[in-house]
């Protein structure tokens, strides 16, 4: 066997996987040094092998990552390609149909295997061939198509621009979710329904829009009294167009009766217009901060008759019957701070027609008042930033702190890991001559962990800002957004909204259990996208938000012994901080308001050294061996969405 080397560094993935150096052959192996787009590590190995004297197999290996392989396929053999189906595990890179004719039965038994992926790519290539009337060979990255919603395999193949037009629909990976789901139900019924009583258990209210139409709430037309007529436990407030899942009641008895404290909970939901773009809600845990900024519960919630006794006692019984059920979550959820619990199985489906989010912000205004912290006491902010080297992008963000941030009281910590060149050394020197920059020596190896700990000792302000040197202020009140978050006494660490310098989404919040320890919620989306239930608009909690650009309280960094410089010196050390801060009921929140560029790891590079990786791994199982359980199911996420990428699209199993 050879081993050929590959200089690819200009080249995008979908060059990369079909470029092979000359007088490659069989099983040979290519090792690609690179950094493509889209592609976080810098190293990885292909392989290839022959197979039935049909079919490339091209195995890549992503060094500290899991392995993926990408077939390309020559499809003049129905019969391999229905074997192939059923044994192999991959996505699709490339098909090359060689006669139309054969198109009906490929597509045909692709389509009854259920690999979806692979019938989504196959019908691009049909379109794509129909459109330039000729058969020929089209590559393809699947991560930039989405499935076809609900279409019939012979109505596509009629009219395959109507349905491919955007690529927009999620239809048949849904479909498969909704029998997934059955099935998950049903295994959760033979374990949990044993002795349960679910007489009189949930009643059904269902209400009649008001006259004034879906965003009216100042008429009080609907009596709450009415409810508490009965014997029912459980009130959910539906339109007539409205249905739940037969298995409802027994889901809820079983939920409630294991957890008594929750007299409200919400369940996920889809919605009746099937043809919508976002025909489900795949919900998280109660995230309070986004539910302050839209409702994305809906009326997929069940109501306690005490939640309902309650509220009349102290609000009288007259509601607005657009709005009962989200007048109840915001008095009992906000007002009375009371727990409510979440049930991750679609039982309800919905009419598409809810309160708006103005709406929503009114009865907010008018219940509710959040605790906006105000910035006229002006914290002191103490903005750590390890270095060395990189002088270019290190006056970048200096310079673009200093000249856009318009809250000024803060000081600069540039914290000097050795370095060498002496223009750097000269420009520090320079710097430290402002009043409020201050330039301290660590002359030791790179450990982030213990470099911003040491700076923490030093830092004279009530706020710690962890600030990596490869970021760069867009929004000038950036410092006044996340104030008013890390000051609320709730509130632990907060974190912005960073952008690629190409304008894509690279933090959002962070998602633990997706890729090996955690990812970065909504990267690569577009900056203007809404994202998943509109969270990429609206402030939210996430169980972490990435040390890149973090504010949080110094007493709370201290407490909670600050960054883990022991086991982890590079990696994941601020998901496990986030971690730590929530463990104590603090609340990590991700503002959309706070926006700033992230030249990422430009300085410190990628994990491509036998050295990195090792230490690279180490960090990983330590992460899994004390946060197994968050990482395995993320309370802000949600366990039917992907573990694989950060697009919050549904579980690959399904």
């Not at 949930?202 to 007529?229: H, M, N, W």
């Not at 007002?335 to 009865?363: A, E, M, W, Y």
């Not at 201290?558 to 901080?577: C, S």
Request: charged residues 25%; glycine residues 4%.
């Amino acid at each position: 066997m050879s081993v050929f080397k590959a200089n690819c560094q200009k080249m995008k993935p979908s060059t990369i996987l079909t470029f092979l150096p000359k007088n490659t052959a069989i099983g040979d192996t290519v090792v690609y040094e690179c950094q493509p787009e889209n592609i976080s590590l810098n190293c990885f190995k292909l392989s290839f092998f022959e197979s039935d004297n049909k079919i490339n197999i091209l195995k890549v290996i992503f060094l500290g990552r899991q392995s993926y392989e990408i077939i390309t396929y020559q499809l003049d053999d129905v019969q391999l390609l229905k074997r192939l189906i059923f044994k192999v595990d991959f996505e699709v890179k490339m098909i090359e149909v060689h006669s139309s004719e054969m198109v009906s039965q490929i597509a045909l038994n692709v389509f009854k295997s259920n690999r979806y992926k692979i019938f989504t790519s196959l019908l691009q290539n049909i379109y794509e061939q129909s459109r330039q009337e000729k058969i020929s060979s089209f590559g393809f990255i699947l991560d930039k198509l989405k499935s076809l919603y609900h279409v019939g395999l012979f109505n596509f193949l009629k009219s395959p621009q109507k349905y491919l037009e955007g690529f927009s629909y999620e239809g048949e990976i849904y479909l498969n979710l909704l029998q997934h789901q059955q099935r998950n139900i049903k295994k959760f019924l033979k374990k949990s329904s044993k002795n349960l009583d679910v007489s009189d258990t949930l009643r059904i209210v269902f209400i009649e829009e008001s006259p004034q139409g879906a965003t009216a709430i100042e008429s009080f037309d609907y009596d709450l009294t009415k409810c508490l007529l009965d014997n029912h436990q459980w009130f959910i407030f539906l339109k007539n167009e409205d249905s739940i899942n037969s298995h409802f009641a027994l889901i809820l008895t079983h939920y409630s009766s294991a957890s008594e404290e929750e007299k409200i909970w919400y369940v996920d939901h889809d919605e009746s217009k099937l043809n919508s773009t976002n025909h489900h809600a795949l919900k998280p845990d109660w995230n309070q901060e986004l539910f302050i900024s839209t409702n994305y519960i809906s009326r997929a919630c069940v109501i306690h008759r005490d939640v309902v006794s309650a509220f009349i006692k102290k609000m009288g019984s007259s509601v607005c019957q657009n709005t009962v059920s989200d007048e109840l979550l915001i008095w009992w959820g906000l007002v009375q701070k009371q727990r409510i619990g979440h049930i991750p199985f679609i039982l309800s489906r919905l009419k598409k027609t809810t309160c708006s989010d103005l709406t929503h912000q009114n009865l907010i205004k008018r219940y509710y008042q959040s605790k906006v912290y105000q910035t006229d006491n002006n914290p002191l902010v103490s903005l750590i930033i390890p270095t060395r080297d990189g002088l270019g992008i290190l006056k970048q963000c200096i310079s673009s702190i200093i000249k856009l941030s318009t809250y000024k009281h803060y000081e600069i910590i540039i914290v000097d890991n050795d370095s060498q060149q002496p223009a750097t050394k000269a420009y520090l020197r320079r710097i430290q001559r402002l009043n409020n920059v201050t330039v301290i020596s660590y002359p030791h190896p790179f450990n982030y962990s213990a470099i911003n700990n040491f700076a923490v000792k030093q830092a004279k302000g009530e706020v710690i800002g962890l600030i990596n040197n490869d970021i760069e202020v867009i929004t000038p009140t950036w410092l006044e957004k996340m104030l008013q978050y890390v000051m609320r006494e709730d509130v632990g660490c907060v974190g912005a909204k960073l952008l690629y310098p190409d304008m894509r989404i690279q933090h959002a919040g962070v998602i633990c259990g997706v890729g090996n320890v955690a990812a970065h919620a909504h990267r690569f989306f577009d900056k203007n996208a809404s994202g998943y239930l509109n969270r990429l608009n609206y402030a939210g909690e996430y169980s972490a938000v990435t040390a890149a650009c973090l504010l949080v309280r110094k007493e709370l960094y201290q407490q909670v012994g600050g960054l883990d410089e022991t086991h982890l010196t590079v990696a994941y050390n601020d998901v496990d901080f986030c971690l730590k801060v929530r463990q104590l009921g603090y609340r990590n929140i991700y503002t959309p308001k706070a926006v700033l560029f992230h030249h990422e790891s430009i300085s410190r590079g990628k994990e491509d050294t036998p050295k990195k990786l090792k230490r690279y791994r180490s960090e990983v199982k330590y992460m899994w061996n004390k946060w197994g359980d968050v990482l395995n199911n993320d309370p802000m996420y949600n366990p039917n969405l992907t573990r694989t990428k950060e697009d919050f699209s549904l579980r690959d199993d399904f």
